[in-house]
């Protein structure tokens, strides 16, 4: 059954240095968004990103963050220099028809 | 704004006792509530989606329904492999067609033997 796939699992990185978190929707799906849930918070809608462009943005996700599709099966998010309070949980998720579907996610934790 | 609230917080059963999680939602011409189980330290695990007042969605010993303020997951003789946070989310209109959830807080499933 195809899935959403991201890596890294976990990342640990130092306040201030730039994180790249990686992603691969399943192949047929038009729609990707990236979601964080800080720990024991709510799952919460940062951007959503269709036909190569930025669809929709919280206003959580400001000028630190980016997201690209550099090719037909990535798509990532980057943020360029991590706060402590960017430690979350974050989940891309990928749409066909209706239904969104998440991948195991990639911890984030800003020392 | 899109608003999500699930009840109760958390819920501890004995293997076999039946109940129903509560998600109450507000928002602005529902385009689709979503039921998630989400396992510690997993992504959201896709359910079920609900659409209009009256609609049952059945899988297993989950069944979901919904009506014009709230919808009910109800777990029929549930087994210890239940237990996990189960999410409500809604798609509104004011999403337009980015189709982005609002998310509840979760109700936290224990199911002991």
């Known amino acids: 059954e195809p899935e959403v796939t991201q890596t890294p699992s976990h990342q640990v990185t130092q306040m201030g240095q730039e994180v790249i978190l990686r992603c691969v929707p399943i192949?047929?799906?038009?729609?990707f968004y990236w979601y964080r849930q800080i720990l024991g918070q709510k799952v919460e809608f940062l951007v959503s990103?269709?036909?190569?462009?930025?669809?929709?943005k919280s206003e959580i996700f400001d000028d630190q963050f980016s997201v690209e599709r550099p090719d037909g099966s990535n798509f990532t998010l980057k943020i360029r220099s991590t706060k402590l309070e960017d430690s979350a949980m974050y989940f891309c998720?990928?749409?066909?028809?209706?239904?969104?579907?998440f991948g195991p996610g990639t911890r984030l934790t800003v020392l | 704004e899109d608003q999500v609230t699930q009840s109760p917080e958390a819920l501890r059963l004995q293997e076999g006792e039946s109940s129903s999680l509560n998600c109450s939602y507000t928002?602005?011409?529902?385009?689709?509530l979503f039921w998630y189980r989400q396992d510690p330290g997993k992504g959201p695990e896709f359910l079920f989606t609900?659409?209009?007042a009256g609609e049952e969605k059945e899988k297993e010993r989950l069944k979901a329904t919904l009506t014009k303020k709230e919808s009910f997951l109800h777990i029929t003789a549930p087994k210890p492999e239940d237990s996990a946070t189960y999410l409500c989310?809604?798609?509104?209109?004011?999403?337009?067609?980015?189709?982005?959830?609002?998310f509840g807080k979760g109700t936290l499933l224990t199911v002991n033997p």
């Open positions: 998720a990928s749409m066909g028809d209706n239904e969104q579907f």
């Open positions: 192949s047929n799906h038009l729609y």
């Open positions: 990103f269709y036909n190569n462009e930025i669809s929709e």
């Open positions: 928002v602005s011409g529902l385009r689709g």
């Open positions: 609900l659409y209009s």
């Open positions: 989310a809604v798609r509104g209109a004011s999403g337009g067609s980015n189709y982005k959830l609002t």
